[in-house]
């Protein structure tokens, strides 16, 4: 698109332009330069040493665990539930629809409280759990909980609009050429919605990593257990341990960097791939 | 492949439901049932356990009541600044062509991908008490980290991708051919914003404040690290849930969410049904 | 014979009515036949039903004597070109063209094979490489007939198959059809709402209005010989005039043609007139009136040059509109200009008795 504009723009765009830059600027790139400054302030020893401890490896361990689990889960149920939502036709399909951006709708604290109600000392369903002998709160089964109900929209969100602007033609057409529907899931209609499931995904695992509130009141914080790096952090930064809070911060920033650099790589693929192709 | 050799398959076809498929189809129905309706009702439930009567005794004890009132309070400003400041970023974005304009796109998204918890503390590191810049701040008298200021920043730093996203999509979409009209009938450029595209895209704007404003409820990650935490001044609700979880009043802790929980989801409907409205 | 369809009735979910309504029809093995008829008559979904990615809720199918009513979509051995083409985003031109052969596991040199000799067929071989969205409508359209030809299919089905096309592709398009046909003889039914696409291109027309079947017939019958009144006005016709049988001759106004067999006097009639069964006999001014044969004068409203023809906009007597198509010469011939009084008169025209059933 062109620019152009009306009247005596080159002043007024000046003028915008400047503010964008200058709120973007001091709202989200000075920070971000200030915590680089302050992890790496001590050169790149003490920060090699920071990530071979024992406590930070763990705690690095335990999201990535836990990021994985929600990219697993909700991968292939949240596509599945993109189906469902998509092509299916049923009485309380509304309410499904909007159950899906509850996540988002819910403070993590909350999601934290809902969990240890169900599974804390004197929840709901503990005497179950207990019976069956399974430890849920303060353990990883609750965290793992916590960090696929707040990631639970991602992937049905991108996935969904990509199904539907894809309709049924092309598996249609693979009917028709003998596929069966295996074959034409796997071969025509996976294949299509590659994009949105690799963008859901992506978000996914962006949340997963930075998710911090829900798992920190379900984790009970043990260090070398339980601890996740977010976590890990938070309790860095009460015990005054500021390099080992500035080092492991710092590395979640660049995860998210890269994951953010990686969508900003999809959106253009997927851009140019966009047009109505058959 | 023969026509010969095909087998009639009864009223089951191309179009029909197999097995498989109504099986996969059931476990995500069932999942996101387990995952989001028995939270929600959990919530309900724990909070609504001892009664209406004892819910509002929780929530008008003085603590319980500042947090709120300041979580409302911070909500509300973010949401005025926000919805102004990204407005005006989607309309630089959509509108010019600069150097510099890819990076800004992608910047904005930046907040969505940061773990709130590290957002917090870069804004203690820039503007702590130990930072050059706190300490600046802090000779004018202005106290930014551990107070007011600082809440408002943390979650104009989180929901700045919201209102940017949702009225960028609209501007783009909006026929240029419009302001065009406007300018050839001899109106300014801010006429014309004012009077054409403004309007096509308050909806857009109103939205997207509304989304931020419903996120920075619960907000909790950069807060607890930049409120400091004091109660009736600086405690906003979500982290007051927190404390009261740490101190073992799950109860007070299940009516706090609850109400928090109401009015991000109030917001929220108010949001998909302004939405379905404007879709026909 | 390739396709049977016997008393195919369809009721669509929260449709009103019948989509398809006791639709039967023999197509003979080899054939090239065109399903015309106004959008939402009903083609589309007949041939989904023959296809079997619709099922009917009564009626047969049989495919090359074969009763396949209850046969999945895959084993039909059809192949079906999708009025939005369909093709595989994702796949380049040669992976689409492949599909249906490496789903029968077919080796890689026989797909090879089999994709070379079908993209030059369809004039795309240097275009193997790319993907649908680097396509032209035409080329995109060409792909799809390519992939629905590949798995070597008994009945070939088309559903609008030029629709989304410019003109000048269209022509094209249809010609290639119509030859590749020749070369294959694959039996071949096509849809179109286009009058003229299904005559010149098919050898016998199905004419579908309502969810049934009007006439079946060659391009001849049906252009000559409509069935009924919705035949006449949709093939080929612009003017429709009203009147009643009177002395053996149906009066239309001020214009008269014989009269219907068996139409009594006071009987009703629509005539269908096509544009070019007028007879324009000159301007008043300058013709004698023959007494010897029924003439009206008609007012030129408008003349209208399309390419080589010319269309005239009349107004007769009794102020119906008329329409009459003459070539260039032949207006310069006459010294027609707008404004000026003419003697017209009908060569013929398609008569039908009003049907007061309703
Ligand atoms: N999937 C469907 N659901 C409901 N109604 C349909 C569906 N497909 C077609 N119809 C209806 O059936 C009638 C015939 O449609 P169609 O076969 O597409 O006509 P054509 O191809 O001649 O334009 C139309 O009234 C249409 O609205
Ligand atoms: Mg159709």
């Known amino acids: 698109m062109a620019e152009r504009a009306g009247g005596g723009q080159g002043r007024v765009r000046v003028v915008l332009i400047g503010a964008a830059v200058l709120y973007v600027g001091t709202l989200v790139l000075l920070p971000a330069f200030s915590l680089l400054r302050g992890a790496l302030g001590g050169g790149l020893r003490p920060f090699v040493e920071v990530l071979a401890r024992p406590d930070v490896l763990a705690a690095l361990g335990m999201t990535a665990k836990l990021t994985a689990f929600a990219v697993v889960v909700n991968g292939t149920l949240g596509t599945a539930l993109a189906f469902v939502l998509v092509r299916d036709r049923f009485v309380g399909k509304r309410v499904l629809h909007a159950l899906v951006d509850v996540p988002f709708a819910l403070s993590p604290v909350a999601v934290g409280v809902v969990l240890l109600s ?40 991108e996935v969904g609009p990509v199904l539907e602007e894809m309709g049924t033609d092309q598996e249609l057409a693979a009917y028709t050429l003998g596929a069966s529907p295996f074959v034409t899931f796997f071969r025509v209609t996976l294949p299509g919605i590659r994009w949105g499931l690799a963008y859901g995904t992506t978000l996914t695992m962006a949340r997963a990593i930075g998710e911090f509130g829900a798992v920190l009141l379900v984790s009970g914080g043990i260090a070398g257990k339980t601890e996740t790096a977010t976590v890990f952090v938070y309790r860095a930064l009460e015990d005054r341990d500021d390099r080992g809070a500035y080092v492991v911060a710092t590395v979640l920033a660049l995860a998210s960097i890269g994951l953010l650099l990686l969508l900003d790589l999809m959106r253009r693929k997927r851009g140019a791939r966009a047009e109505p192709g058959g | 492949m023969e026509l010969s050799e095909a087998r009639p398959t009864g009223r089951s076809r191309a179009r029909g439901q197999p097995l498989g498929k109504l099986g996969l189809r059931g476990a995500a129905a069932t999942y996101l049932l387990v995952m989001v309706a028995l939270p929600v009702a959990t919530l309900a439930r724990e909070g609504l356990s001892k009664g209406l009567a004892e819910l509002g005794r929780a929530l008008v004890h003085p603590v319980a009541r500042g947090a709120v009132f300041l979580t409302l309070e911070t909500a509300l400003v973010m949401a005025a600044v926000n919805a102004v400041m990204g407005t005006l970023i989607a309309y630089v974005l959509v509108r010019y062509r600069f150097p510099g304009r890819k ?56 929901t700045l991708p919201l209102v940017v996203r949702t009225v960028q999509p609209v501007l783009h979409e909006l026929d240029r051919a419009d302001e065009e009209a406007a ?25 997207g404040a509304l989304q931020s404003f419903a996120r920075a409820l619960g907000e909790f990650g950069s807060v607890v690290v930049v409120a400091g935490n004091i109660p009736r001044r600086t405690l906003t609700a979500a982290v007051h849930v927190f404390g009261e979880v740490e101190s073992g009043d799950v109860h007070a802790a299940s009516a706090m969410s609850l109400v928090l929980v109401t009015i991000s989801f109030c917001v929220v409907l108010v949001v998909s049904a302004r939405q379905r409205g404007a879709h026909g | 014979m390739g396709i049977v369809a016997r008393d195919l009735v369809k009721r669509f979910a929260g449709g009103s009515g019948r989509a398809v309504d006791a639709v039967s029809f023999e197509i003979g093995s080899g054939e090239l036949v065109a399903l015309l008829g106004p959008s939402g008559g009903g083609k589309t979904t007949v041939l989904r039903i023959l296809a079997g990615l619709e099922s009917p809720d009564e009626g047969r199918v049989l495919l090359r004597g074969v009763d396949v009513t209850d046969v999945r979509v895959q084993e039909r051995n059809i192949g079906f070109v999708f009025q939005s083409y369909a093709l595989f985003r994702h796949m380049t031109v040669r992976e689409n063209v492949g599909f249906g052969l490496e789903i029968r596991g077919k080796s890689r040199t026989e797909i090879d094979r089999v994709v070379s000799e079908l993209l030059a067929l ?12 680097e396509l032209s409508g035409g080329q995109r359209q060409r792909v799809a007939l390519a992939r629905a030809l590949a798995p070597g299919p008994s009945v070939l089905l088309l559903d609008e198959p030029f629709g989304a096309l410019d ?41 579908m209005n309502r969810g049934k079947v009007e006439q079946i017939g060659t391009p001849e019958e049906i252009y000559d010989r409509p069935a009924t009144a919705f035949v006449a006005g949709f093939v080929g016709s612009i003017n429709e005039l009203e ?79 008329l329409t009459v198509e003459l070539t260039k010469d032949r207006v310069a011939e006459l010294g027609l200009a707008e404004g000026e009084e003419v003697f017209v008169n009908l060569r013929d025209a398609k008569l039908f008795v009003q049907d007061y059933s309703i």
Do not use: N
Not at chain 2, 195 to 204: C, D, Y
């Open chain 2, 103 to 158: 990076l800004l796109d992608v910047l904005i998204d930046l907040p969505f991908a940061i773990p709130t918890l590290v957002t917090g503390m870069m804004i203690v590191t820039l503007l702590g008490p130990r930072a050059a810049l706190g300490q600046l701040f802090e000779a004018a008298g202005v106290r930014v980290v551990y107070a007011p200021p600082a809440i408002i920043l943390a979650l104009l730093f989180v």
């Open chain 3, 122 to 133: 369809v004039r795309l071989a240097e275009l193997g490489g790319r993907y649908p969205h």
């Open chain 3, 243 to 321: 009147g009643e049988v009177r002395g053996g001759r149906a009066a239309l106004g001020s214009l008269a043609v014989h009269a219907p067999p068996g139409a009594g006097d006071g009987t009703s009639v629509r005539a269908f007139v096509r544009p070019h069964d007028v007879e324009l006999v000159g301007v008043t001014s300058r013709v004698e009136k023959r007494s010897s044969v029924e003439v009206a004068t008609a007012r030129v409203e408008r003349l209208v040059r399309v390419g080589w023809m010319v269309r005239i906009e009349l107004t007769l007597d009794d102020d119906q509109p």
């Open chain 2, 183 to 207: 300018y050839t009938l001899g109106a300014s450029e801010w006429t014309t914003f004012r009077r054409v595209t403004l309007p096509a895209i308050a909806p857009a704007i109103v939205s």
């Open chain 3, 167 to 207: 003109a000048k592709v269209r022509l094209e398009l249809r010609e290639w059809l119509r030859r590749l046909h020749e070369e294959r003889a694959i039996t071949t039914v096509f849809v179109t709402h286009d009058q003229e696409e299904a005559l010149s291109v098919a050898d016998r027309v199905i004419v």
């Open chain 1, 118 to 157: 169900l599974f804390g000392k004197g929840g709901l369903l503990r005497p179950i759990t207990d019976a069956l002998g399974w430890e849920v709160a303060f353990a990883w089964p609750a965290m793992a909980m916590a960090t696929a109900f707040v990631t639970l929209p991602f992937v049905v969100r």
